[in-house]
């Protein structure tokens, strides 16, 4: 999953993320009623062409599948397509690769003249939307048929499901961590954390350590008498100001974007205000991390500046994995710091059939290989191509020969501590289905509203409490996902 895929997508009249890093996420809105619309059309339709490019040959049996992945990624998912073409002769997988900022119309207008193809991607912020709108086909009966529980194969974060329903059972999760630099820490006699998510260190304990790091031109501290917030040569952290880490830092001290019951911010509550205002301190008082404006400037590129030593450690996404191990930078993983006790969020896109392909076994047997993360190992393994993300299928984690594939598809490192960290975040109880997958009316919420009062906070103008209990969302609440 690459941070690319959370680009904030504007189209149709709806915002929507995709798996991986921080923008946006929402639900299809107004369109997504127009795929529900076509739902009956494209029933009637029955196995209709979905408008690809590629022809079948011969008595194969054709499935069609779109997705939105580019560059290493679409690389990627074509060496799983051609290892199962390879397995199966008799089957033909139609691939079609759509721009990411072009995907969601172009689905949309599929469904609503009802040739949606049999397989496809969809953001996670409106699986549900479409599920409870009819667009998708439920998996329940098809994993019942062949007698599979998603629960058992997969992590419960990548399962889109209801008490009635299954509408994705999606691939490469993605959840939040904290990356360092060891050389940096080792040098400030800093013990390394721990891998074990239910250890990890405390906010508290990660603020003292930054400062640690923390030096200006001089060698001085953020608590040295001479120390120059105006000349740092070195950062212990960067501010964490990406919803996508701000949320799960949130979760670590009881809060969210709403409630419990989804009738009101939590955000804005006391716990909310504290995470929020902690992380404005870092840069804006303690001057342990670059200033927003630094951070989105120079400093924008995190992952280049924790290699090259001017950043010690910085909670990101799994996405940025391979930022690192791509380099063959021996980055330390653990898991994000916690303010009352440990908690992470975790999610990935949706993968889904259409309710055209009801009949088409053939199209949940591709459907069932490609969301088996084994798959995944075996095509980077033998066809040499990078991960396309985290594991989402408990197979993996063997703590034996399945595992130690894993680990030996990052062939410039020995990440066996950076997969036994992600591991055991993406499997403890505490890792919960991201807000942004689970929250209805995201994108109002979040990222037409609680995003930009939040931006003069990052930027020391005025303080949580102030930006937060402004907010009236009253009208745009309306609970969660069941």
Known sequence: MKKKLLALLVGLCMVCTTIGCGSSTGTAGGAGSAAAGGTDAAADAGQADAGTDKSSS??????????????????????????????????????????????????????????????????????????????????????????????????????????????SVGYNVTTMCMYYNKELLEQNGIELPSTDASKPWSWEEFVENAKKITK???????????????????YGTMMPTDWTKYIALLHTNDAGILNEDGSALSISSDAGIEVIQ??????????????????????????????????????????ALANYTNEGFDVGVAPIPAFKHPADISWTAGLCMSPNAAGKKEAFDFYQYFTNFMNSIQAALEQGVSLGGLPHTLEVFDSGENEKKWVSTYTKVDATQMCEAFKNILQADTTVLGDNVRVKNFPVIVDNTIVPALDNVWLGEVSAKEALEALDLSDSIDGYWK
């Open 216 to 234: 200006d031109a001089n060698g001085n501290g953020p608590e040295d008498a001479g120390f120059d917030p105006d000349n740092i040569m070195v």
């Open 58 to 167: 011969g008595k194969k049996k054709t499935v069609t599948f779109y997705m939105w992945a580019a560059d290493a990624e679409q690389e990627f998912d074509k060496a799983i397509v051609a290892q199962y073409e390879k397995e199966h002769p008799d089957i033909d997988i139609e691939e079609n690769y759509i721009p990411y900022a072009e995907y969601l119309s172009k689905i949309n207008t599929m469904a609503a003249a009802g040739s949606m193809p049999d397989i496809f991607n969809l953001p996670e912020g409106n699986v549900f939307e479409w599920g409870e709108k009819g667009a998708l086909l439920d998996l329940k009966p098809l994993y019942d048929e062949a007698g599979v529980k998603p629960s058992d194969v997969s992590v419960d974060s990548a399962i889109f499901a209801t008490d009635d329903n299954v509408w």
């Open 278 to 319: 902690s992380i404005a301190d870092l840069g804006n008082v303690i001057h342990c991390a670059p200033s927003s404006a630094m951070a989105k400037g120079a400093f924008s590129d995190a992952s280049a500046m924790l290699m090259n030593g001017q950043v010690a450690m910085v909670i990101d996404g799994g996405w």
